[in-house]
């Protein structure tokens, strides 16, 4: 009986299991293969199985450490603004007050608008010449000149940063919103009691109370934007200067620009194994914080 009622569970998810075969594990596999060869579309010629050849060329080089610190900056700022950020928009709609209902909407709204969209939007907005954030800070005196903020290269990192953290936003805060609605509204009234002022409360009540939904969120969002490519590519296509140019988008540079698959198949390779880790160790967390 056992056996056949594991036939039967079998049976029934073999069609997911053949989606993720054809879409997810053939295509990774392909990928581990190509990234031992040398596959440049534009010299056929030379194509030969090179073993780890990549990966020495890759390691050896600096400019692979260059991208990898230009990610991590990407990423990290870009994380922190959205958990704070989110945290502080999650304890403002909490609270109940007139017009909650239309902040709510207003949040929402980055989250709603392809990333592509709004990275075009914040583009044109940012314009040294034509953009309407150039014109309004001259036309209320802040500025005299305007400023070149996608061309300057400390000016775009920090653009496509704030533009990334906007985007992804109103998604923290929905998710910080919600774990703040699991914590009993109880124990605020009984730390109330004992005197505890507002502060207090927030860290030794709302912020264990968010501990793993924070860690959970965090993690996610440090995956997502590690492989942010829309943002960046739209905004800056990694200029100026590989200012912006993160590993993903030197991955897509070598593959359809430089059209070499073998050294963008071991660059992804690299990635995988580099977000693998990342997400071991978020497993350990998550086993400490008793979530497995």
Request: net charge neutral; proline share 4%.
């Amino acid at each position: 009986m056992k056996k056949r009622e594991s036939l039967t569970g079998v049976f029934f998810i073999l069609p997911a299991l053949l989606v993720l075969f054809i879409v997810v594990f053939y295509p990774l596999a392909w990928t581990f293969w190509l990234s031992l060869q040398q596959k440049i579309l534009i010299a056929p010629h030379r194509d030969q199985f090179l073993g780890l050849g990549h990966f020495q060329t890759i390691f050896s080089s600096g400019e692979i450490w260059d991208f990898l610190v230009i990610t991590l900056i990407f990423t990290i700022s870009s994380v922190l603004l959205k958990i704070i950020f989110g945290m502080i928009g999650a304890l403002l709609l909490h609270q109940s007050y007139p017009g909650t209902k239309v902040y709510w909407s207003l949040f929402t709204i980055p989250w709603l608008i392809p990333s592509v969209v709004a990275a075009l939007i914040w583009r044109w907005m940012l314009h040294e010449q034509f953009g309407i954030v150039n014109q309004v800070l001259i036309s209320v005196g802040v500025l005299e000149t305007p400023i070149p903020w996608l061309s300057r290269e400390l000016l775009a990192l920090v653009a496509v940063i704030l533009v990334d953290a906007w985007v992804g936003l109103p998604f923290m805060i929905i998710v910080c919103l919600a774990g703040l609605k699991t914590i009993p509204e109880q124990w605020y009234e009984a730390s109330r009691v004992d005197g505890a002022n507002a502060f207090q409360q927030f860290v030794y009540i709302t912020l264990p109370g968010m501990k793993a939904i924070l860690l959970v969120m965090g993690t996610l969002s440090f995956i997502g934007t590690f492989n942010s490519f829309n943002i960046i590519y739209t905004m800056t296509g990694g200029g100026p200067v590989n200012a912006t140019n993160t590993l993903v988008i030197h991955i897509y540079r070598t593959a359809f620009t430089e059209y070499n698959f073998g050294m963008a198949s071991a660059l992804a390779v690299v990635t995988f194994i580099f977000i693998s880790f990342f997400v071991l160790y978020y497993r350990r967390l998550l086993d400490k914080e008793g979530e497995f």
